[in-house]
């Protein structure tokens, strides 16, 4: 009887110890799985309104590796200049719930609605670049857009002087940072009272409305004394129909993003300058404020842009004027451009 009792008591103590092994097993499951889902990754999304400014690509390129670097994985769509691509583009990473949004702007307000969706859902919004009115988004990083068009007229009339004749061809309307190029430009402009004698408006940034402005309206043209572009791919354009007119060099023409054709044409003397924007280090500080955001963490801005509706947090890095003077210091020393590729192998 009491060999059965003995077996009785070591079986519990057995059963006993299993339970025990069986939780300390649950428990270093459970810890495990905390610790997997406290490492998860961040996942950005980014929507692009096209890759046909050369700049994009680069940016796109600096941007997630600096991400990776901290942490986060890039969802990059492209919406190739279609508005309701790029809304849909927005939607679908709301859908997936990603941790935060980046988007270069097609139209600063038809996707305002998208915007809104995202912000409804928790997701921080950074506009890069370009801004979404009255969105109230939680980041809009770019360049001074008013310096530029100062530096931009600044060159333009110390080369052309004073009252004289401007012609103006300039980015679409959709585009809010064209209309604060144009304030900067206006601002130099009237202390040299220039006249605008004609304008043109290329929408989707499309070169070849460029082009075509200058070919129908030569006449017009010919008496102008300078030309701003609004940026280089539409300075190129300009300057191709100019040629065909042999009026290149002839006609001060400007242009910004320091493009390496841009580059190319202010050694051989048809563009008088361009405005260099270190855009490397626009990708990189807009990584680096996005995974703060996405993480939660506060932003240290003070500055605020007033979109229309909100003051919201603001980062201006400051433009570069380049010219044939600078150019080796500004855009090569950097390491924007090589000089082989520039001076086209001197």
């Known amino acids: 009887m009491q060999g059965r009792y003995k077996r009785t008591a070591i079986l519990l103590v057995l059963f006993l110890l299993l339970l025990s092994f069986a939780g300390c097993a649950g428990t270093e499951s459970k810890t495990e799985h905390e610790v997997e889902v406290s490492d998860d990754h961040i996942e950005i999304g980014m929507s692009f309104d096209s890759f046909v400014i050369e700049r994009w690509q680069r940016e796109r390129d600096v941007f997630i590796a600096t991400a990776k670097e901290l942490g986060a994985e890039v969802n990059v769509q492209t919406a ?64 001074d857009n008013e310096a530029v068009g100062r530096l931009m007229a600044q060159e333009l009339f110390a080369a052309a002087g004073r009252d004289t004749n401007v012609i103006m061809i300039c980015g679409p309307e959709s585009d809010y940072n064209t209309d604060m190029v144009e304030d900067g430009f206006e601002q130099i402009m009237q202390n ?76 051989e003397g048809t563009q008088l ?53 600078n150019l080796d210091e500004a855009v090569i020393s950097s390491g924007f451009h090589l000089r082989e590729d520039v001076y086209l192998g001197e």
């Open 273 to 325: 300058m361009t405005v260099y924007k270190p855009v490397e280090k626009l990708a990189r500080t807009a990584a680096e404020y996005s995974v703060k955001l996405a993480k939660g963490e506060k932003l240290d801005i003070t500055t605020t842009y007033y979109d229309g509706a909100y003051d919201i947090p603001y980062v201006a890095l400051e433009p570069i004027c380049v010219t044939a003077e």
């Open 80 to 143: 190739n200049g279609e508005v309701e691509e790029q809304i849909k583009q927005i939607e679908y990473f709301v859908e997936k719930d990603v941790d935060l949004i980046v988007v270069v702007p097609i139209d600063a307000y038809k996707i305002q609605g998208a915007i809104g969706k995202a912000k409804r859902a928790g997701i921080p919004v950074v506009c890069y670049d370009r801004v979404v009115r009255s969105a109230n988004t939680d980041l809009f990083i770019s360049f």
């Open 192 to 267: 040299y009272r220039g006249n605008v004698i004609g304008s043109c408006r290329c929408e989707n940034w499309k070169a070849e409305i460029a082009y075509d402005y200058v070919s129908e309206n030569i006449d017009l043209v010919e008496q102008a004394d300078l030309i701003m572009c609004g940026n280089d791919s539409l300075a190129g354009e300009t300057i191709r129909a100019l040629a065909e007119r042999r009026l290149a060099g002839k006609i001060p023409v400007c242009g910004q993003d320091a493009d390496l054709e841009a580059c190319q044409r202010i050694v």
